[in-house]
């Protein structure tokens, strides 16, 4: 079976969530025998050729340079036409051609969309060849505009992304009923899709884990009074919800327990970040590989109060072995509570509480980790998820045959 899998980011290195499970779904496929060709859209100016060497080990990899960020014109021209710019963008004279070239000379069986913004070129040529489609809803796309909307102090920003969240939400849902296959990552996701469209197309398969990858240190070896987050910066929400914690959280935390510290991890972190140095703030920057860090640390924080889908860093810590701090957004499809070393507080104080309970209580701390880890090695394996994708695309190509 020839699957062209098709991204809105070449997700190597894999250095963010999103990126994450672009780039070990298309391992995984490779690892399940499957002939793979991924196709994703670049923007950045360089790549790392260590990353395209990385990518050209499981199958052949075709990068399209491509700037599909939400510049004025592209606004401008959602405006005009009244359509989803998410969709819209992706959707492009020169995408469409180079994408055809390269359906004429691979001859897939299957076209595998990741995100729904790629859907539409899927549709186009299922309508042109008749090869099926199916999407990888990593998230529920209109739902993170609504919040997106909602939780903007910028009076014009806030009414064109309430409206592109309404645009967008019409255009995901036709996407999803005309594509053959549906992947949710989560069974909350799936079942709320489930009730807004007319097709039962939709099945969840979620993401997992490298254990081997994630391999927790002695837990004496960890400062417990060390906080971690690794977060993407060109994403606003990311950013805001880190403002929140070190404006809200933070100061409650320092003045009980003056050890302790935050470590910021990410590409391009704003210059802003420095100034709250001087209560425990650490801003290190971008880190290629972050196991060493969050070896060293005793606990993770995942604040965030608009997104969807699963928080793969979420997963990755708690493969550490290390207790989590989230709030329930950020925690949304992990199904894990305290239990598992999952903490979730929305509240600033008990938010501040929580981090606080578990840097003085090393038992507790411990325990949580241990946990954490356990429930994601029952919970999350890349090979189990990804066969689901692999099986359901067997049955379609079979049944397109006949």
Request: net charge positive; charged share 25%; with cysteine.
């Amino acid at each position: 079976m020839k699957i062209l899998q098709l991204a809105p980011r070449f997700p190597f290195p894999p250095d963010d969530g999103g990126k994450i499970v672009m780039a070990n779904t298309y391992k995984e496929f490779y690892n399940l025998g499957v002939n793979v060709m991924l196709f994703s859209t670049n923007r950045e100016k360089m790549l790392y050729h260590d990353s395209i060497i990385e990518a050209n080990k499981y199958g052949n990899s075709i990068l399209f340079h491509y700037n599909s960020k939400n510049n004025l014109p592209k606004i401008v021209k959602s405006i005009i036409t009244n359509k989803s710019i998410y969709i819209q963008k992706f959707y492009s004279k020169n995408l469409i051609k180079a994408v055809d070239n390269l359906i004429q000379s691979y001859k897939p069986d299957i076209l595998h969309a990741e995100h729904t913004c790629m859907a539409k070129l899927c549709l186009h040529f299922r309508d042109k060849y008749n090869i099926p489609f199916g999407i990888r809803l990593h998230n529920i796309e209109h739902d993170i505009w609504q919040r997106y909307a909602s939780n903007s102090n910028n009076l014009l920003k806030r009414i064109y992304t309430q409206h592109q969240a309404n645009l967008l939400k019409d255009e995901e849902l036709y996407l999803i009923e005309q594509a053959n296959i549906n992947f949710a990552i989560t069974d909350i996701e799936r079942d709320k899709l489930l009730s807004l469209t007319t097709k039962n197309n939709i099945i969840t398969a979620s993401v997992g884990v490298y254990l081997d990858h994630w391999i927790p240190s002695r837990f004496e070896k960890r400062n417990p009074f060390q906080m971690i987050i690794a977060t993407t910066f060109n994403w606003q929400p990311n950013v805001d919800a880190l403002y929140w914690f070190l404006e809200n959280v933070m100061p409650i935390v320092r003045e009980k327990e003056p050890r302790a510290k935050l470590l910021i991890l990410g590409k391009n972190p704003p210059k802003k970040l420095k100034k709250y140095s001087d209560i425990g703030a650490d801003v290190i920057g971008y880190v290629p590989n972050i196991q060493d860090l969050v070896r060293e640390s005793g606990i993770y924080i995942a604040p965030l109060f608009v997104g969807a889908g699963i928080r793969i860093k979420i997963l990755e810590a708690m493969a550490m072995e290390m207790p989590v701090v989230a709030t329930s957004i950020s925690a949304l499809g992990i199904n894990a509570d305290e239990t598992n070393g999952l903490f979730i507080e929305d509240d600033p104080i008990k938010y501040a509480d929580k981090i606080l309970e578990l840097m003085q209580n090393d038992e507790q701390r411990n325990k949580a980790g241990i946990n954490a880890r356990e429930f994601i090695k029952n919970s999350f394996d890349w090979n189990k998820n990804v066969k689901i994708i692999v099986d359901e695309y067997k049955k379609i190509t079979e049944n397109n045959k006949n």
